[in-house]
Protein backbone atom coordinates (compact mmCIF):
# COMPACT_ATOMS: atom_id res chain seq x y z
CA UNK A 1 0.00 0.00 0.00
CA UNK A 2 1.23 3.17 -1.29
CA UNK A 3 1.83 5.49 2.30
CA UNK A 4 2.84 9.05 0.65
CA UNK A 5 1.32 9.70 -2.24
CA UNK A 6 -1.77 12.01 -2.31
CA UNK A 7 -4.78 10.90 -4.01
CA UNK A 8 -5.17 14.56 -5.70
CA UNK A 9 -2.82 17.36 -7.54
CA UNK A 10 -2.29 15.44 -10.82
CA UNK A 11 -3.11 18.61 -12.67
CA UNK A 12 0.36 20.02 -14.17
CA UNK A 13 1.27 23.59 -12.77
CA UNK A 14 -0.63 23.71 -9.44
CA UNK A 15 0.22 25.73 -6.87
CA UNK A 16 0.71 24.56 -3.71
CA UNK A 17 -1.31 26.73 -1.60
CA UNK A 18 -0.37 27.78 1.76
CA UNK A 19 -2.41 29.13 4.83
CA UNK A 20 -2.09 29.88 8.13
CA UNK A 21 -1.89 27.39 10.93
CA UNK A 22 -4.88 26.97 13.16
CA UNK A 23 -4.23 27.03 16.35
CA UNK A 24 -4.67 23.80 18.53
CA UNK A 25 -7.79 23.47 20.66
CA UNK A 26 -7.38 23.70 24.63
CA UNK A 27 -8.78 20.51 24.90
CA UNK A 28 -5.74 19.14 23.23
CA UNK A 29 -3.19 21.73 24.80
CA UNK A 30 -4.16 20.36 28.30
CA UNK A 31 -3.66 16.72 27.21
CA UNK A 32 -0.27 17.90 25.92
CA UNK A 33 0.72 19.81 29.60
CA UNK A 34 -0.62 16.84 31.78
CA UNK A 35 1.35 14.40 29.64
CA UNK A 36 4.64 16.61 29.73
CA UNK A 37 4.11 17.08 33.52
CA UNK A 38 3.77 13.92 33.89
CA UNK A 39 6.77 12.27 32.16
CA UNK A 40 8.45 14.86 34.36
CA UNK A 41 6.91 14.97 37.45
CA UNK A 42 9.90 15.28 39.88
CA UNK A 43 11.54 17.89 37.73
CA UNK A 44 8.51 19.66 37.50
CA UNK A 45 8.22 19.44 41.41
CA UNK A 46 11.86 20.93 42.08
CA UNK A 47 11.08 23.34 40.15
CA UNK A 48 8.05 24.27 41.78
CA UNK A 49 9.94 23.74 45.05
CA UNK A 50 10.04 27.52 45.76
CA UNK A 51 6.54 28.18 45.29
CA UNK A 52 5.84 25.49 47.68
CA UNK A 53 8.34 27.54 50.39
CA UNK A 54 7.07 30.75 49.79
CA UNK A 55 3.60 29.39 49.45
CA UNK A 56 4.60 27.01 53.02
CA UNK A 57 5.64 30.88 54.40
CA UNK A 58 2.78 32.56 53.27
CA UNK A 59 0.45 29.90 54.89
CA UNK A 60 2.22 29.59 58.26
CA UNK A 61 2.49 33.73 59.03
CA UNK A 62 -1.67 33.32 58.02
CA UNK A 63 -2.27 30.70 60.42
CA UNK A 64 0.04 32.03 63.04
CA UNK A 65 -2.24 35.41 62.46
CA UNK A 66 -5.43 33.20 63.05
CA UNK A 67 -4.49 31.63 66.09
CA UNK A 68 -3.03 34.90 67.84
CA UNK A 69 -6.39 36.75 66.74
CA UNK A 70 -6.17 40.47 67.23
CA UNK A 71 -3.05 41.68 66.08
CA UNK A 72 -1.63 45.71 66.42
CA UNK A 73 -1.28 47.59 63.36
CA UNK A 74 2.67 48.07 63.59
CA UNK A 75 2.69 44.60 63.93
CA UNK A 76 0.77 43.60 60.75
CA UNK A 77 2.50 45.95 58.78
CA UNK A 78 5.78 44.03 59.62
CA UNK A 79 3.89 40.68 58.75
CA UNK A 80 2.77 42.28 55.67
CA UNK A 81 6.32 43.66 54.74
CA UNK A 82 7.68 40.27 55.20
CA UNK A 83 5.23 38.31 53.44
CA UNK A 84 6.09 41.05 50.25
CA UNK A 85 9.97 40.58 50.61
CA UNK A 86 9.58 36.57 51.33
CA UNK A 87 7.18 36.27 47.92
CA UNK A 88 9.75 38.50 46.22
CA UNK A 89 12.75 36.55 47.18
CA UNK A 90 10.69 33.31 46.04
CA UNK A 91 9.68 34.95 42.51
CA UNK A 92 13.48 35.71 41.37
CA UNK A 93 14.22 31.66 42.98
CA UNK A 94 11.18 30.05 40.14
CA UNK A 95 11.87 32.68 37.45
CA UNK A 96 15.53 31.04 37.45
CA UNK A 97 14.59 27.70 38.01
CA UNK A 98 11.92 28.15 35.22
CA UNK A 99 14.69 29.48 32.89
CA UNK A 100 16.66 26.60 33.29
CA UNK A 101 13.69 24.44 32.86
CA UNK A 102 12.72 25.90 29.51
CA UNK A 103 16.08 26.09 28.00
CA UNK A 104 16.48 22.44 28.98
CA UNK A 105 13.83 21.76 26.24
CA UNK A 106 14.83 24.05 23.50
CA UNK A 107 15.37 20.82 21.29
CA UNK A 108 11.93 19.93 22.32
CA UNK A 109 10.72 23.32 21.17
CA UNK A 110 12.36 23.29 17.78
CA UNK A 111 11.55 19.72 17.03
CA UNK A 112 7.44 20.99 17.80
CA UNK A 113 8.04 24.07 15.56
CA UNK A 114 9.52 22.31 13.27
CA UNK A 115 6.60 19.72 13.16
CA UNK A 116 4.51 23.19 12.52
CA UNK A 117 3.74 23.72 15.98
CA UNK A 118 2.94 27.47 16.47
CA UNK A 119 4.79 30.15 19.13
CA UNK A 120 1.69 30.57 21.01
CA UNK A 121 1.16 26.75 21.29
CA UNK A 122 4.57 26.88 22.68
CA UNK A 123 4.01 29.53 24.89
CA UNK A 124 0.80 28.04 26.18
CA UNK A 125 1.89 24.66 26.90
CA UNK A 126 4.60 25.91 29.50
CA UNK A 127 2.46 28.39 30.88
CA UNK A 128 -0.88 25.27 31.18
CA UNK A 129 2.20 23.32 33.01
CA UNK A 130 3.45 25.82 34.98
CA UNK A 131 -0.09 27.02 36.44
CA UNK A 132 -1.01 23.29 36.90
CA UNK A 133 2.67 22.92 38.86
CA UNK A 134 1.99 25.90 41.09
CA UNK A 135 -1.94 24.86 42.25
CA UNK A 136 -0.02 21.64 43.05
CA UNK A 137 3.21 23.05 44.64
CA UNK A 138 1.00 25.94 46.35
CA UNK A 139 -0.94 23.10 47.92
CA UNK A 140 1.21 20.95 49.24
CA UNK A 141 3.25 24.29 50.03
CA UNK A 142 -0.13 25.67 52.08
CA UNK A 143 -0.76 22.07 53.93
CA UNK A 144 2.90 22.15 55.23
CA UNK A 145 2.64 25.80 56.48
CA UNK A 146 -0.29 25.27 58.29
CA UNK A 147 0.73 21.87 59.53
CA UNK A 148 3.82 22.87 60.72
CA UNK A 149 2.44 26.18 62.88
CA UNK A 150 -0.84 23.82 64.25
CA UNK A 151 1.98 21.02 65.08
CA UNK A 152 3.91 23.52 66.93
CA UNK A 153 0.74 25.41 68.82
CA UNK A 154 -0.44 21.89 69.77
CA UNK A 155 2.79 20.81 71.00
CA UNK A 156 3.47 24.03 72.72
CA UNK A 157 0.04 23.67 74.24
CA UNK A 158 -1.18 27.04 73.01
CA UNK A 159 0.61 29.32 75.39
CA UNK A 160 -1.63 32.05 77.39
CA UNK A 161 1.29 34.78 76.33
CA UNK A 162 2.53 35.10 73.12
CA UNK A 163 6.29 35.51 72.36
CA UNK A 164 6.05 39.19 72.21
CA UNK A 165 4.39 39.17 75.18
CA UNK A 166 0.49 39.54 73.09
CA UNK A 167 -2.15 37.09 74.73
CA UNK A 168 -4.07 34.92 72.08
CA UNK A 169 -7.33 34.80 72.04
CA UNK A 170 -7.69 33.95 68.59
CA UNK A 171 -8.55 30.40 66.92
CA UNK A 172 -7.90 28.58 63.52
CA UNK A 173 -11.76 27.79 62.66
CA UNK A 174 -13.24 26.59 59.16
CA UNK A 175 -13.74 30.14 57.64
CA UNK A 176 -9.82 31.07 58.45
CA UNK A 177 -8.73 27.63 56.75
CA UNK A 178 -10.86 28.32 53.65
CA UNK A 179 -9.64 32.19 53.63
CA UNK A 180 -6.39 31.23 53.24
CA UNK A 181 -6.78 28.58 51.09
CA UNK A 182 -8.51 30.70 48.31
CA UNK A 183 -5.49 33.08 49.08
CA UNK A 184 -2.44 30.91 49.04
CA UNK A 185 -3.30 28.53 46.02
CA UNK A 186 -3.90 31.73 43.19
CA UNK A 187 -1.15 33.26 44.72
CA UNK A 188 1.12 30.13 44.25
CA UNK A 189 -0.25 29.93 41.04
CA UNK A 190 0.04 33.66 39.52
CA UNK A 191 4.23 33.32 40.74
CA UNK A 192 4.44 30.22 39.17
CA UNK A 193 2.46 32.09 35.53
CA UNK A 194 4.93 34.79 36.12
CA UNK A 195 8.19 33.52 36.47
CA UNK A 196 7.46 31.27 33.55
CA UNK A 197 5.91 33.89 31.18
CA UNK A 198 8.99 35.22 29.68
CA UNK A 199 11.37 32.22 29.36
CA UNK A 200 8.52 30.42 27.53
CA UNK A 201 7.73 33.16 25.42
CA UNK A 202 11.21 33.86 24.83
CA UNK A 203 12.07 30.37 23.68
CA UNK A 204 9.19 29.72 21.66
CA UNK A 205 9.94 32.68 19.50
CA UNK A 206 14.15 31.51 18.57
CA UNK A 207 13.54 29.98 14.86
CA UNK A 208 13.53 26.44 14.72
CA UNK A 209 16.80 26.09 12.87
CA UNK A 210 18.87 28.02 16.16
CA UNK A 211 16.83 26.30 19.05
CA UNK A 212 17.73 22.92 17.47
CA UNK A 213 21.53 24.02 17.08
CA UNK A 214 21.44 25.34 21.11
CA UNK A 215 23.04 22.18 23.29
CA UNK A 216 21.97 22.78 26.70
CA UNK B 1 -7.44 20.99 -7.35
CA UNK B 2 -5.89 23.25 -4.25
CA UNK B 3 -8.31 26.00 -3.81
CA UNK B 4 -10.25 23.26 -1.17
CA UNK B 5 -11.22 24.94 2.23
CA UNK B 6 -9.33 21.46 3.97
CA UNK B 7 -6.04 21.37 4.17
CA UNK B 8 -5.37 18.06 2.70
CA UNK B 9 -6.57 19.26 -0.49
CA UNK B 10 -3.86 22.07 -0.32
CA UNK B 11 -1.24 19.79 0.44
CA UNK B 12 -0.40 18.66 -3.04
CA UNK B 13 2.39 15.76 -3.44
CA UNK B 14 4.53 14.73 -5.71
CA UNK B 15 3.05 11.61 -7.90
CA UNK B 16 5.93 11.07 -9.65
CA UNK B 17 3.90 11.54 -13.01
CA UNK B 18 5.49 12.75 -16.29
CA UNK B 19 3.47 15.77 -16.42
CA UNK B 20 5.01 17.25 -13.12
CA UNK B 21 8.36 15.90 -13.09
CA UNK B 22 9.86 19.28 -14.10
CA UNK B 23 8.10 21.39 -11.40
CA UNK B 24 10.69 22.90 -9.05
CA UNK B 25 9.85 22.41 -5.17
CA UNK B 26 12.60 24.67 -3.94
CA UNK B 27 14.32 27.66 -5.34
CA UNK B 28 16.81 29.56 -3.97
CA UNK B 29 18.43 32.79 -5.03
CA UNK B 30 21.30 34.23 -4.30
CA UNK B 31 21.09 33.68 -1.02
CA UNK B 32 22.77 35.18 1.61
CA UNK B 33 22.90 34.80 5.52
CA UNK B 34 24.84 36.44 7.84
CA UNK B 35 25.75 35.76 11.50
CA UNK B 36 27.15 37.86 14.37
CA UNK B 37 29.86 36.54 16.07
CA UNK B 38 31.04 39.39 18.60
CA UNK B 39 31.60 42.13 16.76
CA UNK B 40 32.35 40.54 13.61
CA UNK B 41 30.11 39.66 10.87
CA UNK B 42 30.51 36.22 9.31
CA UNK B 43 28.87 35.29 5.92
CA UNK B 44 27.95 31.98 6.20
CA UNK B 45 26.25 31.93 2.59
CA UNK B 46 27.94 34.54 0.21
CA UNK B 47 25.21 34.09 -2.45
CA UNK B 48 24.02 30.63 -3.59
CA UNK B 49 21.53 29.56 -6.21
CA UNK B 50 20.01 26.30 -6.98
CA UNK B 51 16.77 24.45 -8.39
CA UNK B 52 15.68 21.38 -6.69
CA UNK B 53 13.16 19.56 -8.99
CA UNK B 54 9.93 17.44 -7.80
CA UNK B 55 10.74 14.33 -6.91
CA UNK B 56 14.48 14.32 -6.60
CA UNK B 57 17.19 13.04 -4.72
CA UNK B 58 19.63 15.67 -3.70
CA UNK B 59 22.58 15.32 -1.66
CA UNK B 60 24.68 18.69 -0.13
CA UNK B 61 27.86 17.76 0.44
CA UNK B 62 31.02 20.35 1.83
CA UNK B 63 32.80 19.92 5.06
CA UNK B 64 31.90 21.65 8.43
CA UNK B 65 32.01 25.59 8.33
CA UNK B 66 31.39 25.43 4.90
CA UNK B 67 27.51 27.08 5.05
CA UNK B 68 25.95 23.64 4.12
CA UNK B 69 24.26 22.87 7.17
CA UNK B 70 23.53 26.91 7.11
CA UNK B 71 22.08 26.44 3.04
CA UNK B 72 20.46 23.57 4.47
CA UNK B 73 18.24 24.88 6.87
CA UNK B 74 17.28 27.60 4.17
CA UNK B 75 15.69 25.59 2.10
CA UNK B 76 14.12 23.94 4.61
CA UNK B 77 12.43 27.19 6.31
CA UNK B 78 13.81 26.72 9.33
CA UNK B 79 15.53 29.55 8.67
CA UNK B 80 15.60 33.11 6.91
CA UNK B 81 18.26 34.27 4.96
CA UNK B 82 19.83 37.57 4.95
CA UNK B 83 18.76 38.71 1.16
CA UNK B 84 17.75 36.63 -1.60
CA UNK B 85 14.88 34.95 -1.91
CA UNK B 86 13.69 30.93 -1.08
CA UNK B 87 10.67 29.89 -2.73
CA UNK B 88 9.57 26.59 -1.06
CA UNK B 89 6.17 25.08 -2.94
CA UNK B 90 6.18 28.15 -5.35
CA UNK B 91 6.17 30.66 -1.91
CA UNK B 92 8.17 32.92 -1.17
CA UNK B 93 8.96 32.28 2.17
CA UNK B 94 10.05 35.84 2.98
CA UNK B 95 6.43 37.02 2.13
CA UNK B 96 5.54 34.38 4.95
CA UNK B 97 4.51 35.13 8.31
CA UNK B 98 4.86 32.87 11.32
CA UNK B 99 1.87 31.10 11.42
CA UNK B 100 1.93 30.17 7.63
CA UNK B 101 5.62 29.12 8.01
CA UNK B 102 4.32 26.66 10.62
CA UNK B 103 1.85 25.51 8.11
CA UNK B 104 3.98 25.21 5.74
CA UNK B 105 6.39 23.44 7.85
CA UNK B 106 3.59 21.15 8.82
CA UNK B 107 2.66 20.57 5.70
CA UNK B 108 5.51 20.32 3.27
CA UNK B 109 8.27 19.45 4.66
CA UNK B 110 9.29 16.69 6.41
CA UNK B 111 12.17 16.57 8.95
CA UNK B 112 15.05 14.37 9.67
CA UNK B 113 17.46 15.18 12.02
CA UNK B 114 21.21 13.72 12.80
CA UNK B 115 20.15 12.70 17.00
CA UNK B 116 16.65 11.83 15.54
CA UNK B 117 14.95 14.36 17.67
CA UNK B 118 12.27 12.71 19.00
CA UNK B 119 10.23 13.73 21.87
CA UNK B 120 11.47 11.04 24.63
CA UNK B 121 7.63 11.25 26.29
CA UNK B 122 6.16 10.35 23.88
CA UNK B 123 5.69 6.47 22.39
CA UNK B 124 6.72 5.76 18.42
CA UNK B 125 3.08 6.13 17.54
CA UNK B 126 2.68 9.34 19.29
CA UNK B 127 5.25 11.30 17.86
CA UNK B 128 4.37 9.90 14.35
CA UNK B 129 0.93 11.36 14.88
CA UNK B 130 2.13 14.62 16.21
CA UNK B 131 2.25 16.10 12.99
CA UNK B 132 -1.13 15.47 12.21
CA UNK B 133 -2.48 16.84 15.09
CA UNK B 134 -0.51 20.02 14.54
CA UNK B 135 -2.39 19.45 10.78
CA UNK B 136 -5.92 19.13 12.68
CA UNK B 137 -6.34 15.94 11.27
CA UNK B 138 -8.78 14.15 13.33
CA UNK B 139 -7.31 11.50 16.34
CA UNK B 140 -8.40 8.35 15.04
CA UNK B 141 -7.50 9.34 11.16
CA UNK B 142 -3.78 10.65 12.47
CA UNK B 143 -3.57 7.19 14.26
CA UNK B 144 -4.31 4.87 11.60
CA UNK B 145 -2.42 7.30 9.39
CA UNK B 146 1.08 6.65 11.68
CA UNK B 147 0.25 3.39 12.14
CA UNK B 148 0.30 3.04 8.17
CA UNK B 149 3.35 4.64 8.02
CA UNK B 150 5.18 2.67 11.26
CA UNK B 151 4.16 -0.15 9.41
CA UNK B 152 5.60 0.93 6.02
CA UNK B 153 8.87 1.54 7.37
CA UNK B 154 9.19 -2.03 9.37
CA UNK B 155 8.17 -0.84 12.96
CA UNK B 156 4.60 -1.79 12.80
CA UNK B 157 5.35 -4.26 15.99
CA UNK B 158 7.09 -0.89 18.18
CA UNK B 159 4.08 0.87 17.93
CA UNK B 160 4.04 1.90 22.00
CA UNK B 161 7.24 1.90 22.30
CA UNK B 162 9.19 5.09 23.93
CA UNK B 163 11.95 6.13 22.12
CA UNK B 164 14.49 5.01 24.83
CA UNK B 165 13.23 1.84 24.01
CA UNK B 166 14.23 1.84 20.46
CA UNK B 167 17.66 1.09 18.99
CA UNK B 168 19.27 3.61 17.36
CA UNK B 169 18.45 2.78 13.64
CA UNK B 170 14.54 1.97 14.86
CA UNK B 171 14.46 5.87 16.29
CA UNK B 172 15.73 7.25 13.18
CA UNK B 173 12.79 4.69 11.35
CA UNK B 174 10.16 6.26 13.78
CA UNK B 175 11.88 10.09 12.75
CA UNK B 176 11.34 8.95 9.12
CA UNK B 177 7.84 8.24 9.48
CA UNK B 178 6.77 11.08 11.31
CA UNK B 179 8.39 13.31 8.51
CA UNK B 180 5.95 11.45 6.29
CA UNK B 181 2.96 11.58 8.55
CA UNK B 182 1.64 14.91 6.72
CA UNK B 183 2.42 13.77 3.23
CA UNK B 184 5.09 16.26 2.78
CA UNK B 185 6.75 17.23 -1.24
CA UNK B 186 9.99 17.34 0.53
CA UNK B 187 11.71 15.77 2.79
CA UNK B 188 15.22 17.07 4.74
CA UNK B 189 17.21 13.98 6.32
CA UNK B 190 19.78 16.21 8.48
CA UNK B 191 22.89 14.10 8.46
CA UNK B 192 20.46 11.09 8.98
CA UNK B 193 23.18 8.62 9.11
CA UNK B 194 26.16 10.40 11.41
CA UNK B 195 24.61 8.90 14.16
CA UNK B 196 24.32 5.26 13.00
CA UNK B 197 26.42 1.98 12.34
CA UNK B 198 27.32 0.92 9.15
CA UNK B 199 24.49 -1.56 8.47
CA UNK B 200 22.19 0.38 10.04
CA UNK B 201 23.27 3.53 8.16
CA UNK B 202 23.10 1.34 4.94
CA UNK B 203 19.62 0.51 5.82
CA UNK B 204 18.34 3.74 6.63
CA UNK B 205 19.49 4.97 3.02
CA UNK B 206 17.89 2.53 1.52
CA UNK B 207 14.39 3.13 2.90
CA UNK B 208 15.31 6.75 1.90
CA UNK B 209 15.64 6.18 -1.58
CA UNK B 210 12.64 3.41 -1.54
CA UNK B 211 10.31 6.20 -0.33
CA UNK B 212 11.96 8.64 -2.92
CA UNK B 213 11.05 6.35 -5.76
CA UNK B 214 8.13 4.70 -4.75
CA UNK B 215 6.29 7.84 -3.20
CA UNK B 216 7.98 10.30 -5.26
CA UNK B 217 9.15 12.74 -2.36
CA UNK B 218 11.21 15.01 -2.52
CA UNK B 219 14.86 14.26 -0.63
CA UNK B 220 17.35 16.86 0.28
CA UNK B 221 20.41 15.58 2.11
CA UNK B 222 23.10 17.06 4.23
CA UNK B 223 25.41 14.49 4.44
CA UNK B 224 28.84 12.86 4.69
CA UNK B 225 28.17 9.40 4.13
CA UNK B 226 29.81 8.44 0.53
CA UNK B 227 26.98 5.86 0.66
CA UNK B 228 24.35 8.42 0.47
CA UNK B 229 26.06 9.55 -2.57
CA UNK B 230 25.78 6.65 -4.75
CA UNK B 231 21.84 6.84 -4.44
CA UNK B 232 21.29 10.80 -4.80
CA UNK B 233 20.22 11.93 -8.19
CA UNK B 234 22.52 15.00 -7.68
CA UNK B 235 24.72 15.90 -5.46
CA UNK B 236 25.59 19.68 -4.03
CA UNK B 237 29.21 20.85 -3.20
CA UNK B 238 29.63 23.42 -0.81
CA UNK B 239 32.58 25.71 0.01
CA UNK B 240 33.12 28.46 2.04
CA UNK B 241 29.40 29.87 1.27
CA UNK B 242 29.62 28.97 -2.45
CA UNK B 243 28.30 26.13 -4.54
CA UNK B 244 31.75 24.35 -5.82
CA UNK B 245 30.30 22.05 -7.99
CA UNK B 246 26.80 20.05 -8.94
CA UNK B 247 27.23 16.54 -9.90
CA UNK B 248 25.17 14.50 -11.77
CA UNK B 249 24.50 10.72 -11.34
CA UNK B 250 26.68 9.46 -13.80
CA UNK B 251 29.36 11.50 -12.84
CA UNK B 252 29.10 10.64 -8.91
CA UNK B 253 28.98 6.87 -9.56
CA UNK B 254 32.46 7.02 -11.63
CA UNK B 255 33.88 8.78 -8.53
CA UNK B 256 32.85 6.55 -6.68
CA UNK B 257 33.89 3.50 -7.67
CA UNK B 258 37.71 4.23 -6.21
CA UNK B 259 36.00 5.49 -2.97
CA UNK B 260 36.38 2.13 -0.48
CA UNK B 261 33.43 2.08 1.88
CA UNK B 262 34.83 3.05 5.38
CA UNK B 263 32.07 1.83 6.84
CA UNK B 264 31.52 5.76 7.85
Known amino acids: ?216 | MTTGSGNKSGIAVSGAGGDVRTEYVVRARDVVKEFKMGNEVVRALKGISLDIRRGEYISIMGPSGSGKSTFFNMIGGIDRPNSGSIFIADSDIAQLGESEMAFLRCHNIGYIFQSYNLLTTMTALENVQLPTIFAGMPAEEGTIRAMEILERVGLGHRLHNKPSQLSGGQQQRVAIARSLANRPSIVLADEPTANLDAKTGKEIIGLLRELNKEEGVTIISATHDPRMLDVSDRVVWVNDGMIDRVENRENIEIRLSSVDDDGH
Open chain 1, 1 to 216: MSVATNTGGTSGGRKEKIYSQPQLPWKKSIQFALGSIKVRFWRSMITAGGVALGIAFLASVLTSQAIAGQVDAAEEARTRWLIGLSLLVCAVGITNAMLMSVSERFREIGTMKCLGALDAFVVRIFMIESVLTGVLASTIGWLVGMGAIVLVKLIAGVPKEAPAGTVWYGSLDGGDILRSFLFCIPVGALLSAIATYIPARQAASIPPAAALRIDV
